[in-house]
């Protein structure tokens, strides 16, 4: 059986995913797709708005056959380490290629990009050092490096399905087999388009907005998907009050020693924090183009769940398959696949745990704290079976 990946969010899952896994299947040929799907905190930095457990049902019953998490030490991270976990847990269950949404408005040969950066790394690394405007990111710097390789890349903050692609192309490229890559171009709403058009297929933010205004988002979303947004919802609001605190009470120290935790920065956020009881005016205190909204958010996160560097770097050497949930078909491929997977596949967590699963854990307890009705998401659940 051949096997096509995608890696998401499905936050919420809606009609735009449902047709990306059509379109993986038919495209790629596969007998099976496997949805690598972040749990429950998600690589802008936020709590998902319906819990992982409910939005891996609501893909199984929508066209996936098997859905794995990505844990939180690769889905809390910007696109160069999100697509290196979703990349390598896809390698690990045996998927043949992997397809990817893109908003390039131009026809890319990501696989091309893919080989180039790994045969020349080194001439790029060079290339990066010799950028010294320290007012850019990391990721800025890597952009204006790339474009002068591949000038028609079109980077922007327009395109982050593009980037993405660029990201799970350099990373695949660093396998003996790479996957094939199947970009897969955007239609419909754009990623951050707020309005819901009738007829169309709208964007997870258009979806997430018209939810906190009480709009009705009916055609635009599967009958699981609404019937889990009555039975739960999460969002940063909730968290904030938590967050506030550990601000507050945590020193500078602690501050400190937390993951992306850089620059000094705990000073500013204690700061703010003491002049600030609203969540949004506190980010649009605290970014700046140095720090955007969603690289804070990361970093909010961290200090949520209190996530110290030297965990976040134990965690990346400690992968598992963590299985959510699949169907008739993903079980046979499961089982064809069972000699074969280079990591542990996990069916149940148990009460007594090791460092592969802690910061899941500790992630998933602060989780529930957004909604009481959000039920259990670690001990003792078995995968979803469809």
């Not at 007998?31 to 893909?59: H, T, Y």
């Not at 949404?101 to 026809?107: E, L, P, Q, W, Y």
């Not at 955007?292 to 598992?320: G, P, S, Y």
Request: glycine share 6%; proline share 4%.
């Amino acid at each position: 059986m051949k096997a096509c990946g995608v890696i998401v969010e499905y936050n919420p899952f809606h009609n735009g995913h449902q047709y990306h896994v059509q379109q993986a299947r038919a495209r790629s040929g596969a007998d099976v797709v496997i949805a690598c799907m972040s749990g429950n905190f998600l690589q802008r930095g936020e709590p998902a708005i319906i819990d992982k457990w409910l939005r891996a049902e609501a893909a199984l019953k929508n066209g996936v056959d098997i859905v794995v998490e990505l844990p939180i030490c690769w889905s809390l991270q910007a696109a160069d380490y999100f697509a290196r976990g979703g990349v390598k847990l896809l390698q690990a269950i045996g998927c043949d290629s992997l397809c990817f949404g893109t908003d390039s408005d131009k026809a890319f040969d990501y696989q091309q990009f893919g080989s180039f950066v790994q045969e020349n790394q080194a001439m790029i690394n060079k290339e990066y050092q010799l950028l010294q405007d320290e007012k850019l990111s990391y990721p800025q710097k890597m952009n204006q490096v790339y474009a002068r390789f591949f000038p028609e890349l079109g980077l922007s903050e327009e395109t982050p399905n593009h980037i993405l692609g660029l990201a799970y192309a350099k990373e695949n490229a660093a396998y003996a087999h790479p996957m094939r890559l199947i970009p897969l171009p955007r239609i419909g709403a754009g990623y951050n388009e707020r309005n819901l058009a009738q007829g169309m297929l709208a964007s997870g933010t258009g979806i997430r907005e018209g939810v906190s205004r009480g709009q009705d988002i009916s055609a635009f979303v599967p009958q699981e998907t609404q019937e889990a947004l009555r039975r739960e919802y999460a969002d940063w609001s909730q968290l904030w009050p938590y967050l506030r605190y550990r601000l507050l009470s945590a020193g500078t120290e602690e501050l400190g020693s937390l993951y992306q935790m850089t620059e000094g920065l705990e000073h500013r956020l204690k700061e703010v924090a003491k002049q600030t009881a609203d969540y949004q005016q506190f980010v649009q205190r605290v970014k700046s183009k140095r720090y955007t909204w969603t690289r804070l958010q990361r970093l909010f996160c961290c200090v949520l769940l209190n996530i110290k560097e030297t965990e976040m770097h134990t965690a990346w050497q400690q992968d598992q398959l963590r299985l959510l949930g699949f169907t008739a078909t993903g079980r046979r491929y499961l089982s064809q696949q069972k000699k074969k997977l280079v990591l542990p596949l996990i069916s149940r967590v148990g009460k007594a745990q090791d460092m592969q699963q802690e910061l899941t854990l500790r992630a998933d307890e602060i989780y529930r704290l957004t909604d009481p009705r959000i039920p259990e998401q670690a001990i003792g659940r078995i995968p979803i079976r469809i």
